[in-house]
């Protein structure tokens, strides 16, 4: 084999796995942090190909493959399910299961068996939950069983109705600031990364160099550690509302449903299948066929 056919054929080189202290190296090298949302087997292995550090399974999810009207109905056995499906898809990045609403808020006992049933059930190595105050309690109960938690601040879809609906957050000073304390608290509490979400970018670029720990934005402007991004949002998979901050870089949902659309044609049509489809019986094989069926 030449040194060009070699190059054509081996495989992509083999990255080591994503730790916490490759975030943490990348937020002191300045480095982005590039994290996206995947549900299965497939959207996990196209996070995998393309080099992504953290892979989310979001409790997004509800909306875009389960079809909930928000977050807030998703159970933690349908987040386990969907975990587990990216975790076979995966082995470079680091693997965060989103704690949906109801499973962690009522206690540290709660909260610690949830954050358990991820890494023991779905093989997440870490766990996200979302909002400052008892929410940072139940971190710090979630780090001290051993389990890395990512914190969420600013918009956090399962309390958007008491932020008064789905609304960039800390918008004046004083809620700039309680956006600031609920990430100070996070931080204290151990957590390793934290997502802010729609917040001012005046905001983030004030608080960010205050944490140590490295921050992901998502719609949260240009000073953070990292991005997020919606798997279904950035490859328009998803038709519903799109965010301000959503930046579509393919239009896969168009491609599904033009080749959908193609498959149905040629089936009415009886374009499909051709020949090269199909099997065939050799022409002996037939004939003693028809022989026994015309004598069952
Ligand atoms: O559920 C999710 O997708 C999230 C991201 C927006 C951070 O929480």
């Keep these: 084999m030449s040194a060009g056919t070699r190059g054509a054929t081996a495989p992509p080189a083999k990255r080591p796995a994503v730790t916490l202290s490759k975030l943490a190296e990348k937020k002191a090298l300045g480095e982005p942090i590039v994290m996206v949302t995947a549900y299965d087997y497939p959207s996990a292995q196209v996070a995998e190909a393309a080099g992504v550090d953290v892979v989310l399974v979001g409790d997004s999810g509800a909306m875009t493959v389960l079809g909930y009207p928000s977050t807030v109905p998703v159970s933690l056995e349908e987040m386990l399910m969907l975990a587990a499906a990216a975790r076979r898809g995966l082995t470079t990045p680091l693997l965060v299961g989103d704690m949906p609403f109801g499973s962690y808020e009522v206690s540290d006992e709660q909260a610690v068996a949830s954050a358990q049933r991820f890494v023991k059930e779905a093989g997440c190595d870490a766990v996200k939950l979302e909002r400052g105050g008892s929410s940072a309690d139940r971190a710090r109960a979630i780090v001290r069983a051993g389990i890395p938690v990512m914190g969420h601040v600013g918009l956090t879809p399962q309390t958007a109705t008491a932020l008064g609906g789905y609304r960039s957050q800390g918008r004046t000073a004083e809620r700039a600031l309680e956006v600031t304390r609920d990430a100070l ?36 402007g240009p000073h953070t550690d990292g991005q997020v991004l919606v798997f279904h949002d950035l490859l328009g998979i998803y038709d519903g509302h799109a965010a301000r901050f959503v930046k579509r870089y393919a239009e896969v949902r168009r491609a599904m449903i033009d080749g959908v659309s193609a498959f149905a044609d040629d089936v009415r049509e009886r374009r499909y299948p051709e020949p090269d489809h199909g099997y065939t019986m050799a022409p002996d ?5 028809r022989t026994l069926l015309a004598d069952p």
């Design 185 to 220: 608290a996070l931080e204290e509490a151990g957590c390793f990364a934290i997502v802010f979400e729609a917040v001012p970018s005046e905001l983030t670029e004030s608080v960010v160099p205050r944490l140590e720990v490295p921050v992901i934005g998502i719609g949260a």
């Design 285 to 289: 094989e037939a004939a003693r066929l």
